[in-house]
């Protein structure tokens, strides 16, 4: 009789592969599209322009003061951006989890285009990270090492970080859903030109889904994938520190993000907020 065909052996999930694949894929994909920020921002013109930018790093690293520390902390959070891209991938649970990820790292990826690259870009990002972590380091619980030194925290953050406010998620659960939905629909109807707020929030969603695409092409989703992923978490992250410990007022930050957007657009295009509610709105 023929002889039996072998079974093939189970191949069960290795997470410290995955943590690794992962880290790589994130690590090549940052630098790939930090570099093209920096060349688009005009600090890196050509080859020997990188050298200064890599010795920067170098230096900064070597300046950190518990190395061990700081290493264990970057590869737990290496292992949870793991764990979250590989949870996005769950074929229920990831179906709106996974969207929302893209959402917030086509964002975040938007927002630092327009802050950091354009024109010069009036945003300092090595500031904007050092104020993150030294927020990380707030939230830590109290029974772990720091993330940094005091000294390094009251250098990042000299006007302080805003720390927890009340019970964890406070602020964002005794919101009154009633009470939003109304003020939302007051506010649509009193939009004068319903016709040009519906174009621009068209053209939003198309720019999510186009920037999807886009990084879903074979050669693309190797450089701009993982790092719009981890753009997604890592943003998804702070937005949680903001509205569930910091107590951030979700409609505050949706008018200044309004206009912030309106600010940014061409001369040429009609404006997404007539003046005056610009005016109130960037005001508060």
């Known amino acids: 009789p023929p002889p039996a065909p072998k079974k093939k052996a189970s191949s069960s999930p290795n997470p410290?592969?995955?943590?690794l694949g992962y880290g790589i894929s994130f690590l090549t994909s940052t630098v790939a599209v930090a570099g093209a920020g920096l060349y688009l921002r005009g600090v890196v013109k050509d080859v020997d322009g990188i050298t200064p930018?890599?010795?920067?790093?170098?230096?900064?690293?070597?300046?950190?003061?518990?190395?061990?520390?700081?290493a264990a902390y970057a590869v737990v959070g290496l292992a949870a951006m793991a764990?979250?891209?590989?949870?996005?991938?769950?074929?229920?649970?990831?179906?709106?989890?996974?969207?929302?990820?893209?959402?917030?790292?086509?964002?975040?990826?938007?927002?630092?285009?327009f802050r950091?690259?354009?024109?010069?870009?009036?945003?300092?990002?090595?500031?904007?990270?050092?104020?993150?972590?030294a927020r990380v380091n707030d939230a830590l619980p109290s029974g772990l090492p720091a993330?940094?030194?005091?000294?390094?925290?009251?250098?990042w953050a000299p006007r302080g970080v805003p720390g927890a406010q009340g019970e964890l998620g406070g602020a964002l659960l005794s919101m009154e859903v009633e009470k939003v939905v109304e003020d939302v629909k007051g506010k649509v109807a009193a939009v004068e030109d319903k016709a040009l707020s519906a174009a621009y929030a068209s053209v939003g969603v198309g720019v999510v889904v186009a920037a999807g695409k886009v990084a879903a092409l074979p050669l693309l989703s190797l450089v701009l994938a993982p790092a719009l992923h981890a753009a997604g978490i890592i943003g998804s992250g702070l937005l949680g520190l903001r509205y569930?410990?910091?107590?951030?007022?979700?409609?505050?930050?949706l008018k200044a993000t309004a206009v912030?957007?309106?600010?940014?657009?061409?001369?040429?295009?009609?404006?997404?907020?007539?003046?005056?509610?610009?005016?109130?709105w960037g005001a508060k």
């Not at 930018?53 to 700081?70: G, H, R, W």
């Not at 569930?244 to 930050?253: C, T």
Request: aromatic share 8%; net charge negative.
């Open 116 to 133: 950091y690259v354009k024109d010069g870009g009036e945003g300092d990002i090595e500031a904007d990270a050092k104020f993150a972590l």
């Open 244 to 253: 569930l410990r910091e107590g951030g007022d979700v409609v505050a930050d």
């Open 53 to 70: 930018v890599v010795e920067d790093v170098k230096a900064k690293a070597l300046a950190i003061e518990d190395k061990p520390v700081t």
């Open 16 to 19: 410290i592969g995955y943590v």
């Open 260 to 280: 912030a957007i309106n600010s940014k657009l061409p001369t040429n295009l009609p404006k997404m907020l007539p003046d005056s509610l610009a005016a109130e």
């Open 147 to 155: 993330l940094l030194p005091d000294s390094a925290v009251l250098e």
């Open 83 to 113: 764990f979250v891209d590989a949870l996005s991938a769950v074929p229920v649970l990831g179906w709106p989890f996974a969207p929302f990820i893209s959402v917030i790292g086509v964002g975040a990826a938007v927002a630092a285009y």
